[in-house]
């Protein structure tokens, strides 16, 4: 089923995809989740991300996609009268 959230975010599988992490390990004997490691790998990438209460890293597809944001116009300057004696 698809939500909305899924035309903003990336979706869990997608994540596991772009950080080829699907699954926990053990690692000096502490198991590490999913979720902590695909967050050690985006932040080791520089691809931002938010990571929610659950330690889940959320990623926005503009973030990966390169979607340009919405461009903005200057602000035009605004007239301002000449001071006498420059």
Sequence with gaps: MKNDADDVFLTEDQVDYLTGISRGCTESGQPRTKYSLQV???RAAGIPFIANARGKPIIARAAVE???????EAPRK??????VGE
């Design 78 to 83: 605004r007239w301002q009268p000449k001071v």
């Design 66 to 72: 390169g979607s340009p944001a919405k461009a903005v």
């Design 40 to 42: 050690d790998f985006l």
